[in-house]
């Protein structure tokens, strides 16, 4: 099963490469990982994605609190969470196409960063079945150049569940 974790890290040299090498020393790939300041400038947000079971991420999870860089940690699979994904992608899009990804940009709630027919940029918001989705049509109106995705960020529905002690 795929899982969301959310983890509140210290900022410190080497913190982020314990918590991927705890996670990798267990045989287990990253799919995607997120790192970003929070309002605290001591601590930073990690948002990782992995594969495993349900009983081998809550493992890892117990073992990533023993680590003493980490402040938190919330497998936001078990909850109720937003998870969302950026993507920037560059095509070359032929001048009579240009009208139609303009439209399939619109539709899909994308912005046209640059609209240059050798260059045409598209940032989209989205799922990540929505993002796959966009650039399976968009690449229809042209040839992809680039695609540069943030990998998930995730957060709860409701009340915060990843915090520091007080």
Do not use: C, W
């Amino acid at each position: 099963m795929r899982h969301v974790i959310a983890i509140l890290l210290q900022n410190e040299a080497g913190a982020l490469t314990r918590v991927t090498g705890l996670i990798s020393a267990r045989g287990y790939n990253i799919e995607s990982l997120s790192v970003a300041p929070t309002d605290d400038s001591t601590v930073s947000r990690v948002t990782l994605v992995t594969m495993g079971s349900d009983a081998v991420i809550s493992q890892i999870n117990a073992q990533l609190l023993k680590l003493v860089d980490v402040v938190a940690v919330d497998d936001m699979t078990s909850g109720d969470h937003f998870a969302r994904e950026l993507l920037l992608i560059k095509l070359q899009i032929d001048a009579q196409h240009l009208e139609s990804a303009g439209a399939s940009v619109a539709r899909a709630g994308g912005k046209v960063l640059s609209a240059n027919p050798s260059s045409y940029i598209v940032e989209l918001v989205g799922t990540e079945l929505e993002i796959g989705e966009f650039i399976a049509l968009i690449s229809e109106s042209g040839k992809i150049i680039e695609v540069v995705r943030s990998g998930v960020l995730g957060i709860a529905r409701s009340h915060p569940r990843l915090h520091m002690a007080k």
